[in-house]
């Protein structure tokens, strides 16, 4: 089985890395928050339907709880769980448990009641710090469940107003917070598109590590920075004599903040490139973009309920259709369809995507996995297996092979 080294991205000898600046950013961001004791209140969030347009027009100080990759904090989360759980919801708690300095600066927690295991992650992390649970309407095109929606983002608003202090944000502010939050989310989507050709200016790994800037950095600061990048990537030239590499999207479960083993197999040691990704930690949450007329209560629910979907909401077909889409888009040569162990939401309906994308002719491989280390080397067995098949089919005329039993929709 063979890997193509040469083509891995890497700054030349010297060479500013483009990603130092917004990792920078974010790093500054953390510290102030954890740091500032006496100014503006300060809450966490779980699930990608917060509207943080809400908290921001608040005044209040927010970051996404996400992150995940540590086995040592899966392990502290699931003192309070169940080994069914998955290791992104044990992580969750964890990072509570083991005194995270920037989870332990929140002044209260927000989470939109989505899947069963993190809404039992909410009552937990509740121990140690004031948590609002909300609701999220789980059937999306049904007229009701979007005047359910508006009322509980009302009442969000209503609930920050008593954190803070403050009268509860108008319309006015609001619309501000949409519209730069909808130009950051426009940003995100140009970088990301920059995928698209055939040599792609940044990997999928570096693309990630832009998307987490948008849960820990306001946009006010972040846009400028978003804009740097993009220029700095839309003038990076494609490299000289290369074949254009193996295409992938990455769909399923989210990757969290520091669970960077796939990307880095795939990537790294396997010289493809994750050119798109269908999770709620790359840039499906920002193909979509908030109304900006009319009522912005109604246009925050309709907005976030018609963004690209979880495999929570229904229809499922939704979900289904939009990741074909995705790769249909992005030319993707296979499908990497990763969920973390024991996980219902994406490990049950699996075999719908299974079946979409190859009904299209993209091979999928399915990797359930965890936060340990013990299965690196079996990941990196099949994955290669899984290249090696994909790119056997692209140097043969006619359709693709089919793939082996063992590959094409087994779980690790």
């Known amino acids: 089985m063979s890997t193509t080294p040469a083509q891995k991205t890497a700054p030349a000898a010297g060479a500013p890395n483009p990603i130092d600046e917004i990792s920078a950013l974010i790093r500054s961001e953390q510290q102030s928050l954890v740091s500032d004791r006496h100014g503006a209140r300060k809450a966490g969030f779980l699930c990608n339907y917060t509207p943080q347009e809400v908290l921001a027009a608040a005044g209040v100080r927010h970051a996404r709880i996400f992150k995940g990759g540590d086995a040592s904090r899966a392990a502290a989360g699931e003192l309070f769980t169940q080994s069914v759980f998955c290791d992104f919801t044990k992580s969750c708690i964890g990072g509570f448990e083991q005194g995270d300095p920037l989870y332990k600066a929140f002044d209260k927690v927000y989470n939109f009641h989505t899947c069963a295991t993190m809404k039992r992650a909410t009552e937990v992390i509740e121990n140690y710090v004031p948590v609002r649970l909300l609701n999220l309407p789980k059937l999306r095109k049904n007229p009701d469940s979007r005047a359910f929606f508006r009322e509980e983002i009302l009442r969000f608003r209503d609930d920050l107003a008593q954190l803070t202090g403050s009268p509860p944000v108008g319309d006015d502010a609001l619309l501000e917070q949409i519209r730069l939050h909808n130009a950051v989310r426009r940003e995100l989507r140009a970088i990301s598109a920059l995928r698209k050709r055939p040599h792609p200016p940044l990997t999928g790994g570096e693309f990630v590590d832009i998307v987490r800037a948008f849960y820990y950095v306001e946009p006010a600061k972040l846009l400028p920075c978003l804009q740097r990048l993009h220029a700095h990537y839309a003038a990076r030239p494609a490299p000289a004599n290369l074949a254009p590499p193996i295409r992938l999207q990455v769909a399923g479960s989210i990757i969290a903040d520091g669970d960077r083993r796939i990307l880095d197999i795939a990537e790294n040691e396997l010289g493809t490139r994750v050119v798109v990704e269908d999770h709620c930690a790359g840039v499906r949450p920002f193909c979509h973009t908030i109304p900006e007329d009319g009522d912005p209560w109604l246009a925050l629910a309709n907005g976030y309920l018609d963004q690209s979907p979880c495999a929570r909401q229904r229809p499922l077909g939704d979900a289904v259709d939009f990741s074909a889409g995705l790769a249909d888009e992005y030319k993707v040569d296979g499908v ?48 290669e297996a899984f290249i090696d098949v994909i790119r056997e089919g692209k140097a043969a005329p006619g359709p693709p092979p089919s793939l082996p039993a063992s590959l094409g929709s087994a779980a690790l």
């Open 336 to 383: 990497l369809y990763v969920f973390l162990k024991f996980c219902a939401c994406y490990g049950v309906p699996q075999r719908d995507f299974i079946q979409r994308h190859q009904a299209a002719g993209r091979p999928v491989l399915v990797l359930s996995s965890d936060y340990s280390e013990s299965d690196r080397g079996q990941l990196l067995t099949r994955m």
